[in-house]
């Protein structure tokens, strides 16, 4: 287990600095796998900045994952939609809502701040954990369609069946432990709290832990 994000993120550092080289950009997933990005950034010398893929929610049901979107990628499951029924109107409907939610998020954490050019560099994609990967494949689709030479995903725990399949996304794939049975992220943590927005902001502009 990790104690809490930050000591997850510290141990991640030391794994992603064996496979990141010199020329690393991390990004981190808001919000929680940004202090966990944040202590790898530390570890390792690398910038820090942030990538805000969302989920594409279910009718009725918002945590169900009908995939999901970065800015200018989008990644959907076409077999549960079919399965579901779920018509094209609600789809566009939910995809504009999240990609709306995307650019109020990275305009809030960025602030004035622009954004880290990633061009050529690694791009390690940080995040807490993994369950299914959905918005993990967003992040790394995003990476490489802007520009990324090698794209890292980089997570402190996440079930061996995800881990087989983003490493088809991912040039390398780093998780320190990848537990079966697997139910939730949190469970391989002490101290799992909610991250604010405000603790995101402080967190990009390099003030600390959370």
Same mark, same amino acid.
């Given at each position: 287990?990790?104690?809490?994000?930050?000591?997850?993120?510290?141990?991640?550092?030391?794994?992603? /600095?064996?496979?990141?080289?010199?020329?690393?950009?991390?990004?981190?997933?808001?919000?929680?796998?940004?202090?966990?990005?944040?202590? &790898?950034?530390? /570890?390792?010398?690398?910038?820090?900045? &942030?990538?805000?893929?969302?989920?594409?929610?279910?009718?009725?049901?918002?945590?169900?994952?009908?995939?999901?979107?970065?800015?200018? %990628?989008? $990644?959907?499951?076409?077999?549960?939609?079919?399965?579901?029924?779920?018509?094209?109107?609600?789809?566009?409907?939910?995809?504009?809502?999240?990609?709306?939610?995307?650019?109020?998020?990275?305009?809030?954490?960025?602030?004035? #701040?622009?954004?880290?050019?990633?061009?050529?560099?690694?791009? $390690?994609?940080?995040?807490?954990? $993994?369950?299914?990967?959905?918005?993990? %494949?967003?992040a790394l689709r995003w990476a490489r369609a802007n520009g990324g030479g090698r794209v890292i995903l980089a997570v402190p725990v996440a079930p061996p069946e995800a881990v087989?399949?983003? #490493?088809?996304?991912?040039?390398? &794939?780093?998780?320190?432990?990848?537990?079966?049975?697997?139910?939730?992220?949190?469970?391989?943590?002490?101290?799992? /709290?909610?991250?604010?927005?405000?603790? %995101?902001?402080?967190?990009?502009?390099?003030?600390?832990?959370?």
């Open positions: 287990m990790f104690a809490d994000r930050w000591e997850a993120g510290e141990r991640l550092g030391l794994a992603v /600095s064996e496979v990141a080289g010199d020329d690393a950009i991390v990004l981190g997933i808001p919000r929680g796998g940004v202090e966990v990005a944040a202590a &790898v950034s530390e /570890s390792i010398g690398a910038p820090l900045d &942030v990538v805000v893929p969302r989920k594409v929610g279910a009718p009725g049901n918002p945590e169900l994952g009908l995939g999901a979107v970065a800015e200018g %990628v989008e $990644v959907l499951d076409h077999r549960l939609i079919e399965l579901l029924g779920v018509g094209e109107a609600y789809l566009r409907a939910e995809i504009g809502a999240q990609r709306e939610e995307i650019r109020r998020r990275t305009a809030l954490y960025r602030g004035l #701040r622009p954004p880290v050019a990633i061009q050529g560099k690694t791009v $390690v994609v940080v995040d807490d954990g $993994v369950a299914t990967g959905g918005t993990a %494949v967003a087989r399949r983003l #490493r088809d996304e991912a040039d390398e &794939v780093v998780a320190l432990m990848t537990p079966e049975p697997f139910q939730a992220v949190g469970q391989w943590y002490g101290r799992f /709290s909610q991250i604010t927005d405000e603790q %995101v902001i402080a967190l990009l502009a390099g003030r600390g832990e959370a």
